[in-house]
């Protein structure tokens, strides 16, 4: 088996239907396997799976047990000597797996491999290449300095803008659609189950570093990416919350409980700063999203310390 396709479902099985439908489309080349993981969700994703797909192999969690154990579980019933992780709310544009596929093979030391990710009107998603994560880059992350300073390394997004169709280094690509050698995931320790969703990739990302392999952006293939299909089914601010949890989890695993308060205490102050702004234009929205995270910082959000 050439190449295994893990497909990780939480309410999302009209997402799955699409994603599946251009995967078969699409891809020619690699003898594959295609398998989808439910978490726990026991939606309508089985019955799609079983009749419309039955060559896709479908595995029921009885519980939810986070993105990346998720995917870890699908790693354990597949047998390709690639992987591709590949979101549920994307769709395959043209030969994409196969291009990422002939990439990933002469490349050597290729550690994780990731695509050119499309909005729904065919923008490029600036998030699929990123820099490791500072309190820097995190406290000045916005559109506007994206857009003013595209090729500042605090983002890593520079290869977007770049003139040639070569694979070029990066240090993450986004989970979304990750392609990775059988030998070099496991070697690393699979996806952590340090979180329940978001940073495992980065995470990720960073082990194959510091194990000396290289990751790559391949921009001669694009995948549609819809963006967060699960989380928009999940509680308010959910998603949230869990975004800012999980980039502490990963200060304090990789850089030490100092700076992973560091890291909360400047999120207090910038999410302060960004309701007092919010309460003068009264954006409801916005407000509610940096309230959340105000809660986190000082210790309110609690059952975010339990999800994993």
């Not at 300073?149 to 070569?166: D, M, N």
């Not at 999203?289 to 910082?297: D, G, P, Q, V, Y």
């Amino acid at each position: 088996m050439d190449l295994s396709i893990i497909i990780v479902n939480w309410k999302s099985g009209a997402y799955v239907r699409k994603c599946l439908a251009s995967i078969f489309a699409c891809t020619e080349g690699p003898a594959l396997e295609v398998i989808v993981v439910d978490n726990a969700s026991f939606d309508d994703c089985g019955a799609i799976v079983a009749r419309e797909f039955p060559a896709v192999r479908f595995i029921q969690s009885d519980e939810n047990i986070g993105f990346g154990r998720a995917n870890n579980l699908g790693f354990q019933h597949s047998h390709g000597r690639v992987l591709l992780f590949l979101n549920p709310d994307t769709e395959v544009a043209g030969p994409a797996i196969r291009v990422l596929f002939e990439h990933l093979e002469r490349l050597p030391r290729a550690g994780a491999v990731g695509c050119r990710l499309l909005n729904a009107d065919r923008s490029v998603q600036t998030s699929c290449v990123q820099s490791f994560p500072t309190i820097l880059n995190q406290m000045l992350d916005s559109d506007f300095l994206r857009r003013r300073f595209p090729k500042s390394p605090l983002w890593g997004i520079a290869p977007l803008y770049a003139a040639g169709r070569e694979p070029a280094e990066v240090e993450a690509v986004e989970g979304a659609c990750i392609m990775m050698r059988r030998e070099v995931f496991a070697s690393i320790g699979m996806f952590s189950p340090d979180y329940f969703m978001y940073t495992e990739d980065i995470d990720l990302c960073y082990k194959a570093r510091r194990e000396k392999w290289e990751n790559y952006y391949v921009p001669e293939a694009s995948i549609v990416h819809f963006g967060d299909g699960s989380v928009r089914n999940a509680k308010s601010n959910f998603a949230v919350v869990m975004a800012v949890e999980s980039l502490w989890r990963f200060f304090r695993k990789y850089r030490g409980a100092a700076y992973a308060g560091g890291y909360r205490g400047a999120l207090f102050l910038a999410a302060a700063g960004r309701l007092a702004l919010l309460s003068v234009a009264a954006r409801r929205g916005s407000a509610l999203k940096w309230f959340a995270i105000l809660r986190w910082t000082v210790g309110l959000e609690n059952w975010s310390s339990k999800c994993r």
